[in-house]
């Protein structure tokens, strides 16, 4: 059973960082390709990152070029850092596996840049 469980969340002032985690179970993160997605409220959900099954490349949403780093560990979880955080970066984030046309979310995780 595929399963995502993100974490990491919270609030931060502006500037600030924040490292999410997503826990994948049931599949090898490296066997999908792997995505971060936020929505913030009364918008649409946008892609923040994508990083491809074979090695590891990474793209990212031009907002968030540059402050954000998404990458996979061995032990099954990948993971956004994300620095100099901005309140338009202020949204529910969440994970997403993706293959053969078919793509599972986790719960998503709240976070919230604010003085």
């Known amino acids: 059973q595929v399963q995502l469980v993100e974490s990491g969340g919270g609030l931060v002032p502006p500037g600030g960082s924040l490292r999410l985690s997503c826990a994948a179970s049931?599949?090898?993160?490296?066997?999908?390709?792997m995505s971060w997605y936020r929505q913030a409220p009364g918008k649409e959900r946008e892609l923040v990152a994508t990083?491809?099954?074979?090695?590891?490349?990474t793209t990212y949403a031009e907002s968030v070029k540059g402050r954000f780093t998404m990458s996979r560990d061995n032990a099954n979880t990948v993971y956004l850092q994300m620095n100099s955080l901005k309140p338009e970066d202020t949204a529910v984030y969440y994970c997403?596996?993706?293959?053969?046309?078919?793509?599972?979310w986790g719960q998503g995780t709240q976070v919230t840049v604010s003085s």
């Open positions: 990083i491809v099954r074979t090695g590891g490349t």
């Open positions: 997403s596996a993706r293959r053969l046309g078919v793509t599972f």
């Open positions: 049931g599949f090898s993160v490296s066997t999908y390709v």
